[in-house]
């Protein structure tokens, strides 16, 4: 099995991950015109609700209205964000929107058979057939630290497991993705940064512990394509070398200020504004394989939410993109 961005990674641990910068090769050299690109191949704009997570919990309705007004036409959620999902369902069928995937945690994601069952049965409500693990099984064995940062602690958590919580993250997603896929669900796993930095002393990292145990007949794989440039790897590469595995993505850009780093750590941009090459990545990642294409922003904004994917997706052509009220 070949190892992904060996020397690359190691280099970068070695100098230091504060001292780099998004390599130049990740930046785009003209500017391209991606308007058209998802409606000449048929395909819907999404969001992911993570981006507008508090709105949607304090007004599901108005969020997706506002989501809708802007030109999004499909939606992935991060949980239920406090609904049941006959609500979330409503207001999505009220505000022209198609749930089409959903991230579950491990702790929702289930162990049994039953927890199948009863996931699968709300799915349906919500019109749902994909699901993701958004990230590695949480180590719930490590305490959070008095005025420690969530990123801060997140990272010591994960770092102090090794690879045994990359062998626990992998084989849960064989089991359950195996489970689900009876019900004729699919699974995939959504990645950070921090799975391509080294967990043992011989440089392997999480990202191969998951690769090389995870069945690519059963686990998919949803590319957060601003989380791999901040890693410092290149996304075009990065989609390519999975071509067939990658059915989703996240549409995510990143200033070239971004040092690059396995420790969450990003400087987030609207789509379009940032250093990612779209007019090179999505062409790439439509031949690779990904049908579903979800903007999503990291915080912090400079602007109002709402405002920040609005530009986003007057660069990928939303319409009407307007500024919602």
Same mark, same amino acid.
């Given at each position: 099995?070949?190892?992904?961005?060996?020397?690359?990674?190691? %280099?970068?641990? #070695?100098?230091? %991950?504060?001292?780099?910068?998004?390599?130049? *090769? @990740?930046?785009?050299?003209?500017?391209? =015109?991606?308007?058209?690109?998802?409606?000449?191949?048929?395909?819907?704009?999404?969001?992911?609700?993570?981006?507008?997570?508090?709105?949607?919990?304090?007004?599901?309705?108005? $969020?997706? *209205?506002? @989501?809708?007004?802007?030109?999004?036409?499909?939606?992935?959620?991060?949980?239920?964000?406090?609904?049941?999902?006959?609500?979330?369902?409503? !207001? !999505? =069928?009220?505000?022209?929107?198609?749930?089409? /995937?959903?991230?579950?945690?491990?702790?929702?994601?289930?162990?049994?058979?039953?927890?199948?069952?009863?996931?699968?049965?709300?799915?349906?409500?919500?019109?749902?057939?994909? &699901?993701?693990?958004?990230? +590695?099984?949480?180590? *719930?064995?490590?305490?959070?630290?008095?005025?420690?940062?969530?990123?801060?602690?997140?990272?010591? #958590?994960?770092?102090?497991?090794? %690879?045994? &919580?990359?062998?626990?993250?992998? =084989?849960?997603?064989?089991?359950?993705?195996?489970?689900? %896929?009876?019900?004729?669900?699919?699974?995939?796993?959504?990645?950070?940064?921090?799975?391509?930095?080294?967990?043992?002393?011989?440089?392997?990292?999480?990202?191969?512990?998951?690769?090389?145990?995870?069945?690519?007949?059963? &686990?998919?794989?949803?590319?957060?394509?601003?989380?791999?440039?901040?890693?410092?790897?290149?996304?075009?590469?990065?989609?390519?070398?999975?071509?067939?595995?990658?059915?989703? !993505?996240?549409?995510?850009?990143?200033?070239? $200020?971004?040092?690059?780093?396995?420790? +969450?750590?990003?400087?987030?941009?609207?789509?379009?504004?940032?250093?990612?090459?779209?007019?090179?990545? @999505?062409?790439?990642?439509?031949?690779?394989?990904?049908?579903?294409?979800?903007?999503?922003?990291?915080?912090? +904004? $400079? !602007?109002? *939410?709402?405002?920040?994917?609005?530009?986003?997706?007057?660069?990928?052509? #939303?319409?009407?993109? &307007?500024?919602? /009220?």
């Amino acid at each position: 099995m070949h190892r992904l961005h060996r020397r690359q990674m190691l %280099a970068a641990m #070695a100098i230091g %991950a504060a001292a780099l910068a998004i390599p130049g *090769r @990740l930046l785009a050299k003209e500017p391209a =015109d991606m308007r058209h690109f998802l409606s000449d191949h048929g395909l819907p704009l999404g969001v992911q609700l993570y981006t507008v997570d508090a709105m949607a919990r304090e007004d599901i309705r108005g $969020t997706l *209205r506002k @989501l809708s007004a802007i030109g999004f036409r499909s939606l992935e959620l991060a949980g239920l964000h406090g609904h049941t999902p006959q609500d979330l369902r409503a !207001a !999505a =069928d009220e505000a022209g929107l198609a749930i089409t /995937s959903i991230h579950l945690g491990d702790a929702l994601i289930g162990r049994t058979e039953a927890d199948t069952e009863k996931l699968v049965e709300d799915l349906g409500v919500l019109g749902v057939r994909d &699901v993701v693990l958004p990230m +590695f099984v949480f180590p *719930r064995d490590v305490t959070r630290g008095e005025d420690e940062p969530f990123i801060d602690y997140l990272y010591r #958590a994960v770092h102090s497991q090794g %690879a045994d &919580v990359w062998e626990r993250t992998a =084989d849960l997603l064989n089991e359950r993705a195996a489970s689900l %896929a009876r019900h004729g669900i699919k699974l995939a796993y959504h990645n950070h940064n921090v799975e391509f930095g080294p967990v043992d002393d011989t440089g392997r990292t999480g990202w191969e512990i998951l690769m090389e145990r995870t069945d690519p007949e059963l &686990v998919g794989l949803e590319v957060d394509l601003g989380w791999v440039a901040a890693a410092g790897i290149d996304p075009v590469e990065f989609v390519t070398r999975y071509a067939g595995r990658v059915r989703q !993505a996240h549409v995510k850009d990143i200033h070239a $200020t971004t040092k690059s780093n396995f420790a +969450f750590r990003q400087d987030p941009a609207e789509v379009g504004a940032g250093s990612l090459d779209w007019g090179r990545l @999505l062409p790439a990642a439509y031949a690779a394989g990904v049908r579903q294409f979800y903007v999503e922003q990291e915080p912090p +904004f $400079t !602007a109002d *939410r709402f405002t920040s994917l609005a530009k986003s997706a007057a660069y990928l052509g #939303a319409a009407p993109a &307007v500024q919602p /009220s």
